[in-house]
């Protein structure tokens, strides 16, 4: 409320939500007509592409369907380290550290563009975003946004979504600039963390970590409209959609599995137990399987999309605390951060087996695996479509 302007205000209560608006000039009456014509167009500007395969959101996400921007970009994994304030990266073929370079403080997570050119890490108490070119792999003068934990971007290309988690936010910016735009006030979700849309890219469903529920957010009118409890002490974290795009599935850390929400009526349907700790959630590169981190226990379970549960599990040698990260672009591995082991882990997705321990800095958190397949990213550690 501080940063709102008596106008402001009354649009707050009109509309039931709060919204940080960046300021505007109002045209002058002679310019009406032509303002209302350019509103027209811009609603009817860029349109979310559509799917591939209407019965697999992920079929753009195949072993060997780069998009042609990125072919060129060498295999690399972009690690922030969020107490050492550094980002690390890893070549995929040597497993190796090629460099270290300081941003900003508390980097989270590391966010692939929309357009797939830039690679945004998210310097959450340093207010600021990091541009990374990943061909060159030099990193850029950062960008001022305030309270950045996580990053998306609509369907459509035309809004970033920045996760402004102690505020209490989701901020619509530019997606080139970062300029704001709309700032949609949570505060019925308390730890707005992570967020998954529907097949159709309207609708978006979003944890909220410290109260135990979900909200929906309608991403065409950047509005709430819907809360959907889980239970006393749950600390829902990732969410990914199915290839089907019939339900999501939401990592609870508390509860040490996933809750299964169906994606068309948006109610819960049940929860599925796979390991202390739940936290990320990766969707294989055949769509067949969605890989579990289990944080607190050093394993990562195997969910079948079509089964619905779990038929493997992975123990990590020695443990581990793996969290977040991605699949090469092959599929064959899968990356993830150690969070609290200050390493990376390599696993090989046909045996389950540990290919690399590879030491980082402090806090290794949001891991960007790049490149990957896919035409368009819609954000947090890579979400392609």
């Not at 509103?39 to 992920?58: E, K, M």
């Not at 921007?69 to 690399?76: E, F, I, Y």
């Not at 304030?85 to 040597?94: E, F, G, M, S």
């Not at 009526?265 to 294989?284: D, I, M, N, V």
Request: glycine share 10%.
């Amino acid at each position: 409320m501080r940063r709102l302007g008596p106008i402001a205000i009354v649009a707050l209560v009109l509309a039931g939500c709060g919204t940080r608006s960046s300021t505007t000039t109002s045209p002058p009456p002679t310019t009406t007509a032509r303002a209302h014509a350019a509103s027209s167009s811009q609603r009817a500007g860029p349109r979310i592409p559509r799917l591939l395969d209407r019965h697999d959101v992920y079929a753009a996400g195949r072993p060997g369907r780069l998009a042609r921007r990125v072919r060129h970009d060498p295999p690399r994994v972009y690690v922030p380290n969020s107490k050492s304030n550094t980002v690390d990266v890893i070549d995929q073929r040597t497993a190796r550290v090629i460099d270290q370079f300081p941003v900003g403080a508390l980097p989270q997570h590391v966010t692939p563009g929309y357009d797939l050119r830039t690679l945004w890490v998210t310097n959450d108490e340093g207010n600021s975003l990091t541009p990374i070119d990943p061909r060159t792999g030099r990193h850029g003068r950062p960008v001022h946004v305030l309270d950045p934990y996580n990053l998306y971007f609509t369907a459509d290309g035309r809004r970033a979504i920045v996760v402004a988690e102690r505020m209490r936010e989701l901020d619509f910016r530019r997606p080139h600039t970062m300029r704001l735009t709309k700032a949609l006030k949570v505060p019925q979700c308390a730890g707005v963390d992570h967020m998954d849309f529907t097949a159709d890219g309207r609708r978006a469903l979003v944890s909220c970590e410290f109260n135990g529920r979900m909200i929906v957010v309608d991403l065409v009118h950047e509005r709430v409209v819907r809360t959907i409890p889980l239970r006393a002490g749950a600390m829902p974290q990732d969410v990914k959609l199915s290839p089907d795009g019939r339900t999501f599935y939401v990592a609870d850390m508390a509860s040490g599995g996933v809750w299964l929400i169906d994606a068309h009526r948006l109610r819960r349907l049940r929860f599925q137990p796979t390991g202390h700790g739940a936290h990320g959630l990766y969707p294989s590169r055949d769509s067949r399987t969605l890989y579990v981190s289990n944080r607190g226990e050093g394993t990562i379970s195997l969910i079948s999309f079509r089964t619905r549960r779990p038929y493997r599990k992975w123990h990590l040698p020695g443990g581990g605390s793996p969290d977040m990260g991605g699949l090469s672009a092959s599929g064959r591995v899968l990356w993830l951060s150690g969070r609290y082991s200050g390493v990376v882990y390599a696993i090989s997705t046909r045996t389950g087996r540990l290919l690399h321990r590879v030491r980082v800095g402090s806090g290794p958190h949001g891991m960007c695996v790049w490149p990957q397949p896919g035409r368009y990213s819609i954000g947090h550690t890579g979400i392609l479509r």
